[in-house]
């Protein structure tokens, strides 16, 4: 995870209300995303997580390059949990907090049985991951996997519940950088 390590350190960091927040190429598309990162990355995921499922399912936005690529390197299909409702027969609505807003977001084409593998970009409170896992559940889907690039360091909305979230790194941010944590 070479490269992926030199990325958090050279990402800057900004101050949003008080707040450290990591800007990165694979969480915000800017600083543009080098393929040779974007590879280690994918390469890094698949050797992380179970792919015998029969479905990977990624949350819009910044989960979706990761889990395409890796989709395209394992042929196994892609279902994107997305912000926008589109109203066709099977839709399921969740409802998710972060730490910053409470939103709708909407599933289609998963059904009772399903083998599911789960990727985003970061975990941070889990409040989305976790309201995501309680719709797959509620459908009747097997969450086979969770795998993230990033999970900080802190409480999650996951802590305490059956669900077990694999990371590339785990990381603290504050305003002096970023810390790896190994
Ligand atoms: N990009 C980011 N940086 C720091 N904390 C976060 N929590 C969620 N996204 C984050």
């Known amino acids: 995870m070479e490269k992926l390590r030199e ?9 949003k209300d008080g707040y450290a927040y990591l800007v990165h190429p694979l969480s915000n598309g800017v600083p543009m995303l080098e393929p040779e990162l974007l590879r280690e990355v994918v390469v890094g995921v698949t050797r992380a ?3 015998d499922v029969d479905k990977i399912v990624a949350p819009e936005a910044m989960g979706i390059h990761i889990a395409t690529a890796l989709s395209l390197q394992t042929d196994i299909p892609l279902v994107v949990i997305r912000k926008r409702s589109y109203g066709l027969d099977d839709e399921v609505p969740l409802h998710k907090t972060t730490g910053y807003s ?3 977001m909407f599933i289609n084409d998963i059904e009772a049985g ?3 593998l789960i990727v985003d970009d970061l975990l941070s ?6 309201s995501i896992c309680e719709a797959l559940d509620g459908i009747g889907a097997n969450i086979s996997d969770i795998v993230v690039v990033f999970r900080k360091q802190g409480e999650s909305a996951l802590d305490g519940t059956d669900y077990e979230v694999t990371s590339l790194v785990d990381i603290t941010v504050d305003h002096d950088g970023v810390t790896i944590h190994d």
């Open 125 to 130: 409170t889990g409040g989305t991951m976790a």
């Open 102 to 104: 409470e939103s709708e």
């Open 49 to 51: 997580a179970d792919l």
């Open 114 to 116: 399903d083998d599911l």
């Open 7 to 15: 990325s958090l350190h050279e990402a800057p960091i900004i101050d």
